[in-house]
């Protein structure tokens, strides 16, 4: 997984699967890397094989953890390029009404500078 900050957008890529092995892992990196000039996330999810129940909570509870480090400031949470299997998942959990989606396709290619986590 990399994480990526610029002009106040935290992008996440590379996750192959976001489940019960991962999910409180990815959910402690991505907080950690809120800081206070992030004003959207997006998590590519192009790469992105399975997601259970446990990665879903995960992606619940990071938005919730954000909307609520950003108080009363404009904040977006989009996923971006779900795979078939995992679009599925989302709208079957309800939470396509609580993300911003943008389908396969949908979004440019671009580098960011990693964060350093550790």
């Given at each position: 997984m990399?994480i990526?900050?610029l002009?106040?957008?935290?992008?996440?890529?590379?996750?192959r699967?976001?489940n019960t092995s991962n999910a409180?892992?990815?959910?402690s990196?991505?907080t950690?890397a809120?800081?206070?000039?992030?004003?959207?996330i997006?998590?590519?999810?192009?790469q992105?094989r399975?997601?259970?129940g446990?990665?879903?909570?995960a992606?619940?509870?990071l938005y919730?953890n954000?909307k609520?480090?950003?108080?009363?400031?404009v904040?977006a949470m989009r996923?971006?390029?779900?795979?078939?299997?995992?679009q599925?998942?989302?709208?079957l959990?309800?939470?396509?009404?609580l993300f911003?989606i943008?389908?396969?396709?949908?979004t440019?290619?671009?580098t960011?500078?990693?964060i350093n986590?550790?």
């Amino acid at each position: 997984m990399n994480i990526n900050q610029l002009n106040g957008t935290l992008r996440v890529t590379g996750i192959r699967e976001l489940n019960t092995s991962n999910a409180q892992a990815f959910r402690s990196a991505l907080t950690r890397a809120l800081s206070r000039g992030i004003q959207s996330i997006e998590i590519d999810l192009s790469q992105t094989r399975a997601v259970d129940g446990a990665g879903l909570g995960a992606l619940v509870a990071l938005y919730e953890n954000a909307k609520e480090h950003r108080k009363r400031e404009v904040f977006a949470m989009r996923l971006t390029n779900p795979t078939p299997t995992v679009q599925q998942m989302i709208e079957l959990a309800r939470l396509h009404h609580l993300f911003e989606i943008t389908p396969q396709g949908s979004t440019p290619e671009g580098t960011l500078p990693p964060i350093n986590l550790k």
